[in-house]
C-alpha cells in the first residue's frame, strides 16, 4: 500500500477516462483500494429502494471512485495539472532545529 499525494479537499483534474478534462473536488480518499471520489466526476445512476425512514425510492444519481492515477492536482497558479513535491525547511530557534513539511506544486513552485 502506497502513501497517496493527493488528499481531501484538493483540486484535482481528470487524466483519462470518460470525464477527461474536467476539475473538481476530492470528497474523500480511499488509501487501501488507491481511489478518489471527485465532486461532479465518474457519475453513475443506482436504482434504491424506499427506506424505513420515509427515504423515497428510485433512480439516484452519485459519484463513483475514480483511480488516483487518472487524477492529479491542479496548480493553483495557472489551473493546469501538476505533480507534486515536498519542500522542507529547517528553522533553528534557540539551539532546536525544527522541520516544515509544505507541498508544493512542480509547475510553478507555489504551495498547495
Not at 471520489?37 to 425510492?57: L, P
Request: aromatic letters at 0%.
Amino acid at each position: 500500500m502506497a502513501k497517496l499525494k493527493i488528499k481531501k479537499g484538493d483540486l484535482v483534474q481528470v487524466l483519462s477516462g470518460r470525464d477527461k478534462g474536467l476539475q473538481g473536488k476530492v470528497i474523500s480518499v480511499d488509501v487501501e483500494r488507491e481511489r478518489v471520489v471527485v465532486e461532479g466526476v465518474q457519475r453513475v445512476t443506482k436504482h434504491t429502494r424506499a427506506g424505513f425512514g420515509g427515504q423515497a425510492g428510485g433512480l439516484v444519481t452519485t459519484e463513483a471512485p475514480i483511480h488516483v492515477s487518472n487524477v492529479a492536482v491542479v496548480d493553483p497558479e495557472d489551473n493546469k495539472p501538476t505533480r507534486t513535491r515536498t519542500r522542507v525547511e529547517t528553522i533553528e530557534r534557540d539551539g532546536r532545529k525544527k522541520t516544515s513539511r509544505t507541498r508544493v506544486g512542480v509547475r510553478s513552485g507555489k504551495d498547495l
